[in-house]
Nanobody
Framework: QVQLVESGGGLVQAGGSLRLSCAAS????????MGWYRQAPGKQRESVAG???????NYSASVKGRFTISRDNALDTVYLQMNSLKPEDTAVYYC?????????????????WGQGTQVTVSS
């Protein structure tokens, strides 16, 4: 089993910055994509940013130009640098990772989630 542990959330004023980290641990075979999602109160969980093992990135329109996703494959860790934060960025941020691993002669896809970290941006 693979565990994801996020850190770096907190309270910041509008215009400020935060850096989230998410480290994978456990019986890792080979993690492929990693990413960040967020869920604000009363809203559905939405994708924020994603990165492949080879470094290709994608961002939601609402954060593009302000957030930067990166990863360290050797550490199985993904980061989210958040700049120019806005009150509407307030949410619980979740780390996500996917992995394809062999079992009994077949390949299976797994998706893992972290427990979430709170980001609050005050106006």
């Amino acid at each position: 089993q693979v565990q994801l542990v996020e850190s770096g959330g907190g309270l910041v004023q509008a215009g400020g910055s935060l850096r989230l980290s998410c480290a994978a641990s456990g019986s890792i075979f080979s993690i492929n994509g990693m990413g960040w999602y967020r869920q604000a109160p009363g809203k559905q969980r939405e994708s924020v940013a994603g990165i492949t093992r080879f470094g290709s990135t994608n961002y939601s329109a609402s954060v593009k130009g302000r957030f930067t996703i990166s990863r360290d494959n050797a550490l199985d860790t993904v980061y989210l640098q958040m700049n120019s934060l806005k009150p509407e960025d307030t949410a619980v941020y979740y780390c996500n990772a996917d992995e394809r691993r062999p079992a009994q002669g077949s390949w299976y896809d797994f998706v893992y989630w972290g427990q979430g970290t709170q980001v609050t941006v005050s106006s």
